[in-house]
C-alpha cells in the first residue's frame, strides 16, 4: 500500500521555468491537498480538491494552477518559477475532511 | 486572525526523560485540533485528534491535552527514544467548512543518548 506518492522528490529549477509536481494516492479518497513548508512557518495550503474534476484556490495559491482529471491524481504546476517559489512542497489526501495522510514532499529549488 | 502558536521552538532532552510541548490557538470557532509528528525529510503523520468535548487522548507514550477554554494543547512524550527526534506540529481547524486549518510552526525536539 504505497499511500501518498510525490514525483519528483527534488527539483532545481532556473527563474521562469515550468513544472509540474505530481501526486498520487491510492487510498481512494476524495479530497486532495497541496501545501508548501518554508522554515519556521507551518505548512501553508496552496490549492485543495474534494473531488474529481474540482479544485480551489486555499491561503497562498498565487503562481501556482492545478489540475484533478482522475480521482486518484493531483497536480501542482508552477508556469513561471520565481526564487519565492522555493520551498519543500508536500501532497496530502483525505476522506473528506478526516486524517489527512501526506506524501514524503518535493524539495524545490528555484535559481 | 487565527493562529495557531507553539512552544519552544526546539527542546533537546536525554533519551528516557519525559517533556511537555505546547500549543496555543486564537482559531475560531473550533472544530478539532490534531498533533502531527514530521521526521527529517518526511511528511507529517497524525498522532492524535482531539474535538471540542475531549481534553485528553493517548496514542503510546504520547499524551496530548485541550483546554478549550483557554484554547491550549499540550503533547506530553513519556520516556522518551532516540527515535521521538522530530518536529511535531500543532494542527486546528474552525468549525465554519471549507478548509480553514491553521498549521502551527511545529516544536523540533532532540532526543540525546
Known amino acids: 500500500n504505497a499511500g501518498v506518492t510525490q514525483t519528483p522528490k527534488f527539483r532545481v529549477l532556473k527563474t521562469g521555468q515550468s513544472m509540474t509536481l505530481l501526486c498520487a494516492q491510492d487510498?481512494?479518497?476524495?479530497?486532495m491537498y497541496w501545501y508548501r513548508q518554508d522554515p519556521g512557518m507551518g505548512l501553508r495550503l496552496i490549492h485543495y480538491?474534494?473531488?474529481?474534476?474540482?479544485?480551489a484556490k486555499g491561503e497562498v495559491p498565487d503562481g501556482y494552477n492545478v489540475s484533478r482529471l482522475k480521482k486518484q491524481n493531483f497536480l501542482l504546476g508552477l508556469e513561471s518559477a520565481a526564487p519565492s517559489q522555493t520551498s519543500v512542497y508536500f501532497c496530502?489526501?483525505?476522506?473528506?475532511?478526516?486524517?489527512?495522510?501526506f506524501g514524503q514532499g518535493t524539495r524545490l529549488t528555484v535559481v | 486572525k487565527n493562529q495557531v502558536e507553539q512552544s519552544p521552538q526546539s527542546l533537546i532532552i536525554l533519551e528516557g526523560k519525559n517533556c511537555t510541548l505546547q500549543?496555543?490557538?486564537?482559531?475560531?470557532?473550533?472544530?478539532?485540533l490534531r498533533w502531527y509528528k514530521q521526521d527529517t525529510g518526511r511528511g507529517p503523520v497524525s498522532l492524535t485528534i482531539?474535538?471540542?468535548?475531549?481534553n485528553t487522548k493517548s496514542n503510546g507514550r504520547y499524551t496530548a491535552t485541550l483546554d478549550a477554554d483557554t484554547k491550549q494543547s499540550s503533547l506530553h512524550i513519556t520516556a522518551s527514544q532516540l527515535s521521538d527526534s522530530a518536529s511535531y506540529i500543532c494542527?486546528?481547524?474552525?468549525?465554519?467548512?471549507?478548509?480553514?486549518?491553521?498549521f502551527g510552526a511545529g516544536t523540533r525536539l532532540f532526543v540525546k543518548a
Open positions: 496530502a489526501s483525505s476522506y473528506r475532511g478526516s486524517e489527512a495522510f
Open positions: 487510498m481512494n479518497h476524495e479530497y
Open positions: 480538491s474534494v473531488g474529481e474534476g474540482t479544485t
Open positions: 500549543c496555543n490557538y486564537t482559531v475560531s470557532p473550533f472544530s478539532n
Open positions: 482531539m474535538t471540542f468535548s475531549e
Open positions: 494542527v486546528v481547524t474552525d468549525h465554519t467548512g471549507g478548509f480553514k486549518t491553521i
